[in-house]
């Protein structure tokens, strides 16, 4: 479900599934959870690949986020789809987003977002 790389300090995590919903959000859970336990810099995670986002994956991300300890899940690429769902549920003000990679990776993580 998640691909993960480096990209000098920052961890880049790529959901591979089209969909997180119930069926698939633990396991994000779970492999979110593995991915990051001996990484303390910055998360960006990739979600080119997911058309479908239900309450049960936007459960996910936050349990995820929580994970990190105070730091900042970056989430990148958001298709029409789940960038609607995080707005409607005013996540994007809870995350910071970012249009595609590149855009994330020429970020310091530190403050606002530059996703439209």
Do not use: Y
Request: hydrophobic content about 45%.
């Amino acid at each position: 479900m998640l691909s993960a790389r480096k990209d000098g300090s920052v961890l880049i995590l790529e959901v591979d599934e089209n969909r997180i919903d119930a069926a698939s959000a633990i396991h994000l859970k779970d492999e979110f959870r593995a991915a990051v336990a001996d990484h303390d810099g910055r998360v960006v995670m990739d979600l080119r690949s997911v058309n479908f986002m239900d309450s049960s994956g936007l459960g996910a991300m936050v349990a995820a986020l929580k994970l990190l300890g105070g730091r900042k899940l970056e989430l990148c690429t958001l298709t029409p789809t789940v960038d609607k769902v995080f707005k409607l549920t005013r996540m994007d003000k809870v995350f910071m987003l970012h249009t595609d990679m590149a855009t994330a990776l020429s970020h310091d993580g530190s403050k606002g977002q530059d996703a439209a």
